[in-house]
């Protein structure tokens, strides 16, 4: 064994997400944040293909729906105005930088996520509407649910890499997290990841604060 290397015995994969916030840990539900953790193949040549597909954000009470999406590497989404107004998408991250500019209601544009990253989307207009699209070129990852349980099933045996993403975490904390894992059974739970107070300001696609709501119509 590595030094550094956790050894699994799983063909399914459970962890636990933990918030800690004011020297106190939950992970009752309405508490716990967006959240996903992935196994890359260390052997790049052991990932299985995953077929690009076509994904919707919609926006709609100025809200994206869903809020966060996980595609595979390649994927198109398209982002419908399903509101009575206009609105400008648009992301300014390393997972894929775009800025649709402005749109009236019932039209739709799209985006096509070609390499693997996470990408933080925003309206321009509208600063309380954020989504968060992860591109991967993996099929092995889990999305937290309610209570921040990860379930990632039907993993081959083989060496990892485990990623977690966990929304409003600085990626320096997120990359802390990276770890070698070796599959090679049938059920293990990784236990607790532990997640600390979210950073949630961000600015508009001219990186300055946003103005205050003046145009009824926006």
């Known amino acids: 064994m590595m030094a550094g290397q956790t050894v699994l015995h799983a063909a399914e994969v459970k962890a636990q997400l933990v918030v800690d916030s004011g020297g106190a840990a939950t992970h009752k539900p309405g508490n716990v944040p ?3 953790i992935w196994l890359k193949p260390i052997q790049s040549d052991a990932v299985p293909a995953v077929a690009p597909g076509k994904f919707t954000l919609l926006q709609k ?4 729906t869903p809020h966060l999406l996980v ?3 390649g994927s198109s989404v398209a982002f419908p105005n399903g509101d009575p107004f206009f609105h400008n998408v648009f992301s300014l991250f390393d997972g894929k930088r775009f800025d649709l500019g402005l749109y009236e209601a019932g039209s739709t544009r799209s985006v096509t996520f070609s390499r693997e990253g996470v ?6 207009i509208h600063s309380e509407m954020s989504a968060v699209v992860i591109a991967l070129d993996t099929p092995f990852y889990g999305i937290a649910d309610p209570r921040g349980t990860f379930r990632i099933q039907d993993v081959p045996n083989g060496d990892y890499s485990l990623h977690v993403w966990i929304e409003g975490q600085a990626q320096n904390s997120l990359d802390q997290l990276t770890r070698r894992v070796h599959m090679a059974g049938t059920t293990i739970a990784l236990g607790d990841i532990h997640a600390g107070t979210p950073k949630s300001q961000h600015l508009n696609k001219f990186g300055r604060p946003y103005e205050p709501d003046s145009v009824p119509t926006y």
Request: proline letters at 6%; a positive charge.
């Open 61 to 64: 009470n100025k809200m994206f």
């Open 71 to 73: 595609v595979p590497v």
């Open 119 to 124: 990408s933080y989307i925003f309206c321009n």
């Open 34 to 36: 967006s959240a996903v």
